[in-house]
């Protein structure tokens, strides 16, 4: 596989539950992302990790709890959700964060639906 | 405020011919990069080109060019030889400097785009 892998491409969830996200990078780029994006909304950065360290939690709700086990790998794992957070989630990765034009590439999403 | 602004939620063009999508950036540092990224139904956003604000020339990729005016801190897309492939969600997006080593890539809220046989 190539470029960047998102999986589950759907899911819906109970409040109650626990489920989680994966994203999977071939490309070996350095830094990956969670955004979240919203009907009608900018995408949402959520986190950003480096060389499988957090370097950015842009205030999200402790709902959702990112691990980056190594740098091709990227988890959002989803407990205790709200119907406001239904959205599409997707996951990024870049050569590193810093670099001259730092180009993102992005899987297909992962569409949420909590009821 | 916003740091990206899109004014455009909807456009239409024929097939073939050319189409400009707007966007207007807000930033007080002096190196940024500005993006153009595609998302179609699927989902997935494709990035189309970028355009850094020390570059001298005006970007262009195959069918896609920006058209960069920095004084008036606009970063227009402009796609010629619209194709019905063309259809989708565009986003623009700058990257600036947001402290320590990292860059913040913040996005605006989108065009979609219909291409009209």
């Known amino acids: 596989e190539t470029g960047v892998t998102q999986t589950p491409r759907h899911l819906v969830m109970g409040m109650t539950n626990k489920k989680s996200l994966k994203c999977e990078q071939h490309?070996?780029?350095?830094?990956m992302y969670w955004y979240k994006q919203s009907a009608k909304k900018p995408l949402e950065l959520m986190f950003v990790y480096s060389l499988e360290e957090r370097v950015e939690n842009n205030s999200v709700p402790s709902r959702f709890s990112p691990e980056c086990p190594n740098s091709s790998h990227l988890f959002l794992h989803l407990h205790t959700l709200q119907p406001e957070d239904s959205a599409l989630y997707l996951c990024a990765s870049s050569q590193d964060l810093v670099s001259g034009a730092n180009v993102l590439t992005f899987g297909a999403g992962s569409r949420l639906t909590v009821l | 405020a916003q740091k990206i602004t899109q004014t455009q939620p909807g456009m239409f063009v024929q097939e073939k011919e050319a189409v400009t999508l707007d966007c207007t950036y807000d930033t007080s540092d002096p190196s940024y990069g500005l993006f153009w990224y595609k998302q179609p139904s699927s989902g997935e956003m494709i990035f189309l080109i970028y355009?850094?604000?020390?570059?001298?020339q005006n970007a262009t990729e195959g069918r896609y060019s920006l058209n960069f005016q920095k004084a008036r801190k606009s970063a227009n897309l402009v796609i010629s030889a619209s194709q019905l492939g063309d259809s989708a969600m565009y986003f623009c997006a700058m990257r600036e400097y947001s402290g320590g080593s990292n860059y913040k890539l913040t996005f605006g809220k989108g065009t979609l785009l219909t291409v009209n046989p």
């Open positions: 355009q850094g604000s020390y570059d001298q």
């Open positions: 490309l070996g780029h350095n830094a």
